[in-house]
Nanobody, 120 residues
Framework: QVQLVESGGGLVQAGGSLRLSCAAS????????MGWFRQAPGKEREFVAA????????DYGDSVKGRFTISRDNAKNTVYLQMNSLKPDDTGVYYC?????????????WGQGTQVIVSS
């Protein structure tokens, strides 16, 4: 079965950094577009970032451009999200996502989520 397992969430002060990781199993990782979505309390799920099969293309939501960086290591079946200059508005549950098509407007596979809380 396919599993996407996130880690690295936690509590951080505004201006700080976190790195999220997502370990994938049960799929041909190098053939899948991978990405991240998030959902803040009382808000709809929001696109954060996506990365192409061989890292040829990346895409970011407008609210995180210049602050977040997505990367992947196909040898380790892992995708990362480096988050810098964090703001309280970045608070939410972050979900790892995987699908076979670009762009990643939605996703077929989802992780369980990891909580990120940014204090002011």
């Amino acid at each position: 079965q396919v599993q996407l397992v996130e880690s690295g969430g936690g509590l951080v002060q505004a201006g700080g950094s976190l790195r999220l990781s997502c370990a994938a199993s049960g799929l041909s990782f190098s053939k899948y577009v991978m990405g991240w979505f998030r959902q803040a309390p009382g808000k709809e799920r929001e696109f954060v970032a996506a990365i192409m099969w061989n890292s040829d293309m990346t895409d970011y939501g407008d609210s995180v451009k210049g602050r977040f960086t997505i990367s992947r290591d196909n040898a380790k079946n892992t995708v990362y999200l480096q988050m810098n200059s964090l703001k309280p508005d970045d608070t939410g549950v972050y979900y790892c996502a995987g699908d076979s098509r670009w762009p990643l407007t939605s996703s077929y596979y989802w992780g369980q989520g990891t909580q990120v809380i940014v204090s002011s």
